[in-house]
């Protein structure tokens, strides 16, 4: 799954659920650029299980998903599972954590939160 080009906007894996539907809709954001410049999840790290995370589509429909697990993965770590196309609906949104690592210029962990619709 590629990142966002831009740090003020959110990557939806097309190839995965849509939002409501069945299996997992998948989104990635850049918590920051290890610099000055924020990103779109930069509070992401402050989400707590049972908070509530809302979606909105094009068409301006709501979806609001309640968070069930928050969990830190290593950059190198099998991530198949979240990348549901059956199954219950759920959201699942990465970004990266964890310490900034020059030689590579990125987050040594990557943040995931799982939310249910509530």
């Not at 966002?4 to 906007?9: I, V």
């Not at 894996?13 to 299996?23: D, E």
């Not at 918590?31 to 809302?54: C, P």
């Not at 429909?61 to 219950?88: I, W």
């Amino acid at each position: 799954m590629a990142t966002p080009s831009n740090f003020d906007n959110v990557a939806w894996y097309s190839p995965g659920a849509k939002p409501g539907r069945q299996g997992s809709a998948v989104f990635a954001g850049h918590v920051n650029n290890a610099l000055l410049k924020s990103g779109v999840f930069e509070h992401l790290s402050q989400i707590k299980k049972g908070d509530y995370v809302t979606v909105e589509d094009s068409a301006g429909k709501v979806l609001v998903y309640r968070v069930s697990t928050v969990e830190e993965y290593e950059p190198n770590a099998s991530t198949d599972a979240l990348f549901a196309t059956t199954g219950p609906s759920r959201l699942v949104l990465i970004t990266c954590d964890g310490d900034w690592v020059q030689a590579e210029r990125s987050y040594d962990k990557r943040l995931v939160v799982i939310a249910e619709p509530a």
